[in-house]
């Protein structure tokens, strides 16, 4: 059995057939087969999400797919997706010192500790705001 027979598109479709004609099929008709119906194989996704706006006399639609990427990836996409990698954590990271230190200067503001005699931030007193 060839690799294109094990590919999951090409097995579905092959599936559908007898026996019999499973086995007739050479590996550049299986490729070109892959080829044709690529563009309608989707599968299961973990988001997927699709819909129709209406605009004046057109109609656009809409298509948000996501869920866990299963190809193989080309050296370029490797480094794009450890690039998005990188990006996604340092933001992560950054907020997540942001929001302690919001954390902490909150917490010593309300137990009255002063830093610096006489100077304060606003953080405090923006804070106590939301709540009265």
């Excluded at 797919?65 to 996409?77: F, I, Q």
Aim: net charge positive; hydrophobic share 45%; with cysteine.
């Amino acid at each position: 059995m060839s690799n294109l027979q094990q590919d999951p598109a090409i097995r579905s479709l092959l599936n559908r057939m007898p026996k019999s004609i499973q086995t007739t099929f050479t590996d550049d008709q299986l490729a070109h087969l892959k080829i044709a119906i690529g563009a309608r194989q989707w599968g299961n996704h973990a988001v997927d999400c699709r819909g129709v706006i209406k605009l004046f006399k057109y109609r656009y639609y809409y298509v948000v797919l996501a869920g866990r990427n299963k190809r193989e990836l080309s050296a370029k996409e490797q480094r794009i997706a450890k690039l998005g990698q990188a990006l996604v954590l340092s933001v992560v990271l950054t907020l997540s010192v942001l929001l302690m230190l919001l954390i902490t200067y909150l917490v010593k503001s309300a137990l009255g500790i002063d830093i610096f005699e006489g100077y304060s931030f606003g953080v405090w007193g923006w804070f106590k705001g939301l709540f009265n």
